[in-house]
């Protein structure tokens, strides 16, 4: 059923620069280091990514049926693109085809791992003169693609942004915090909010990456395009790797912002450490992470002290977790027993994804869902959670950010600090003058 072909290739995120004119499906990912990208271009094959198990089924299935020549990770069929916060809320109004989750194979796939690029073609054919028409179909769409000059310049356009329903937002705030200090097993809940931005013409969702990539070193760089929506971000939380049966994921939850020195930055840095807030908010996060590992993994890396993770407007308490993987256990499978963390949703996992469900005033879509790319031959791939990102739709845009809420909490400190996580895409859509939320 299957057919495909790598080859080495020089040009990546050009190349995806340069297909805004072909595909109308499109897809970027770049690890924090830069050391491992994949551009995906058109559909082979789409899927609703609603459901983990439906999904681990897809992909057992499609992994009996494909032929392929890839000898690397990342390279060959893969499936791209990612799952919704939840899936039983209804996103489709605001997120349309993206809604309940969008996974595809690329027709068209270019992988990156440090200085060696590779050309994937992905193919389902019935037959050798079908699989001779479709090859000579997709190179033909190859040589008009990598012959392409990007023609868009960088634009710089006035925006209007407007923070959504902050009234009703702290109230919320408020109801969580009666909730948490209630007599009850909720400690933490993480919510949302959106800063709506109108443009006077359409987004350039080319710059737009681009802004990101020069703008935020040390994220996850992702763009998820289909037909006219276009989700975007530079998150730096990742959910999950699985490589050589070993799981990695870490812990980012407690923030405060960078300094304007190096002097405040440290200082800044330091408070973060000692602030009694945020240590509870991150130990909560360790704690649930510790127990969704200890049901996916034979053994579990030792505990030690958190760490500062850097961005360039944020940091955050970081702590990794790695551990090998049971036998039994797929990758999607993996990714549902650690979606969300309480660092996206709250804890305990069950009671507070019901609360958001039923209290927080927006449709969170794919935000702060698990994105990221999984090979359908083996048990491998990467998501992160889609946080410090836009979903983008002609010439309006949506950002979005949370912060999580604990007994000690703030409302309006919570408040300022959605403010900080919006600045990284909106200066991205915006350009520096745009920087602050009105």
């Known amino acids: 059923m299957g057919s495909q072909f790598t080859r080495h290739f ?44 439906d999904m681990a089924i897809s992909r057992e299935k499609l992994s009996k049926n494909t032929i392929t020549n890839a000898k690397h990770s990342g390279i060959g069929p893969v499936f791209l693109g990612g799952f919704p916060f939840d899936k039983t809320v209804d996103s489709q109004k605001t997120w349309q085809e993206l ?61 209007q942004a407007n923070e959504i329903h902050v009234p009703e937002w702290l109230e919320t705030v408020e109801l969580a915090i009666d909730e948490i200090t209630s007599d009850n097993d909720i400690r933490k809940i993480v919510l949302a909010r959106e800063l709506f931005i109108e443009a006077a013409e359409v987004f350039s969702v080319n710059d737009i990456l681009k802004n990101c990539l020069e703008q935020q070193e040390n994220t996850y760089v992702f763009v998820l395009e289909h037909n006219e929506n276009a989700f975007i971000g530079a998150t730096p939380e990742r959910l999950l790797l699985l490589q050589e049966n070993n799981i990695s994921t870490a812990c980012v939850a407690g923030s ?46 030792e505990k030690g002290q958190p760490s500062l993770l850097k961005n360039r407007d944020i940091q955050h308490l970081f702590y990794p977790f790695s551990g090998e993987k049971k036998a039994d256990i797929s990758f999607f499978s993996a990714i549902e027993q650690l ?27 794919l935000y702060g869902a698990p994105i990221g790319w999984s090979s359908v031959i083996l048990e491998e791939g990467e998501f992160a959670v889609g946080i410090r990102s836009a979903l983008l739709s002609g010439k309006s845009a949506t950002l979005y950010a949370g912060c ?27 350009g520096e003058e745009n920087v602050t939320s009105k």
């Open 99 to 159: 809604g309940d989750g969008y996974l595809f194979i690329p027709k068209i796939m270019v992988t990156q791992t440090n200085d060696n690029r590779f050309l994937t073609f992905n193919m389902i054919v019935e037959s050798s003169n079908d699989l001779n028409t479709q090859w000579e179909n997709i190179v033909t769409l190859w040589n008009t693609v990598s012959q392409n000059k990007q023609s868009e310049s960088p634009t710089r356009q006035q925006i």
């Open 404 to 430: 999580g809420v604990v007994a000690d909490s703030i409302p309006q400190e919570e408040l300022k600090e959605t403010r900080v996580k919006f600045q990284p895409m909106l200066r991205a859509i915006g």
């Open 256 to 301: 405060i912002p960078r300094g304007k020195t190096v002097e405040e930055d440290n200082q800044l840095g330091s408070q973060l450490l000692n602030d009694m807030k945020n240590q509870v908010e991150h130990q909560i996060v360790v704690e649930a992470i510790e127990r969704d590992m200890s049901q996916i993994t034979e053994t579990l890396s």
């Open 339 to 365: 979606h969300p963390t309480p660092a996206l949703g709250g804890q305990p996992k069950e009671l507070t994804t019901k609360w958001i469900r039923e209290h927080e005033p927006i449709n969170r879509g």
């Open 10 to 53: 020089r040009g990546c995120c050009a190349l995806f620069l340069s297909s805004k004119k072909v595909f109308t499906t499109r897809y970027v990912w770049q690890t924090p280091d830069a050391s491992f990208s994949i551009v995906g271009l058109g559909t082979c094959k789409e899927y609703v990514a609603k459901d983990y198990s």
